[in-house]
């Protein structure tokens, strides 16, 4: 949801100044239609269980309210709330402001994932425009019966399976801010994923879009997007997995063998 909309649901208020309070200052990204982009600084005060998606919600219900955000479920599940914070990705609602250190914190929308729409949200059609083809299940229902038991191979699945899309693995990516049409890591895992899932009946064709310059080959193996991926997915993994298969699947191709690859 997007905090300009909609309205917090939590009955917690803004933190009084007082015994185990103290005040940060808040340099928080500002870029409106028709304005420059530019930050600004709100004082608030802070408790020691104060976020910074608690700072920014608190501006925007007692500073500014045309603070725009998104946010959803407070506890890492939705990946609404990721921006960068002092200039590192993170998810606002489990980022402590204490934690962090300093008496000033600066706030920006995530980059790389597409052009910013009101102060710290960003479009993110671009990167799903990437993801979607993959075809990644979002949802499965339940295939097991009484007794029965999960396909062979389904338990390796389960990293790529906590993907919250956030985008925070696309802001840090040296190569999704230079390259508009690299795949970039969260539809490349989603691509593994489908891959080696012995469900799915087109992983030819998700090896096909992976398996392009601007696919597993652009990658150039930072490994930025697992260090900081909040869910502990590890993309850059998913994406050594396909170049391994990639090679295989060409190296196959060439000897007239098959070309799938699970």
């Not at 080959?217 to 991926?229: I, V």
């Amino acid at each position: 949801m997007t905090e300009q909309a909609t309205t917090d649901q939590r009955s917690a208020g803004q933190a009084q100044p007082g015994a185990g309070t103290r005040t940060v200052t808040f340099h928080v990204s500002r870029s409106k239609r028709g304005e420059d982009p530019h930050r600004q600084s709100f004082e608030v005060p802070v408790e020691a269980r104060t976020t910074v998606l608690d700072a920014m919600i608190s501006i925007r219900r007692h500073q500014d309210p045309t603070l725009t955000l998104r946010h959803s479920c407070f506890h890492a599940s939705c990946g609404t709330c990721a921006m960068r914070i002092n200039g590192r990705e993170g998810l606002a609602c489990v980022t402590n402001v204490e934690e962090l250190g300093g008496d000033t914190v600066t706030v920006d929308p995530i980059a790389n994932a597409g052009a910013v729409i009101s102060d710290l949200v960003s479009d993110m059609s671009a990167m799903f425009g990437h993801y979607a083809p993959m075809e990644r299940p979002l949802v499965r229902p339940s295939e097991l019966g009484p007794g029965s038991r999960p396909a062979e191979g389904v338990a390796e699945l389960e990293r790529f399976e906590d993907c919250i899309e956030c985008g925070i693995c696309v802001s840090v990516c040296p190569i999704s801010a230079t390259d508009a049409r690299y795949l970039g890591p969260a539809a490349l895992a989603a691509a593994w994923r489908v891959v080696v899932d012995p469900r799915t009946a087109d992983a030819e064709r998700a090896m096909a879009l992976a398996d392009v310059d601007h696919g597993i080959w652009r990658c150039h193996t930072a490994f930025e997007c697992t260090e900081a991926c909040p869910s502990n997915v590890d993309p850059a993994g998913a994406i050594m997995n396909l170049r391994r298969a990639a090679t295989r699947r060409r190296l196959r191709g060439l000897l007239g063998g098959s070309r799938s690859e699970r």
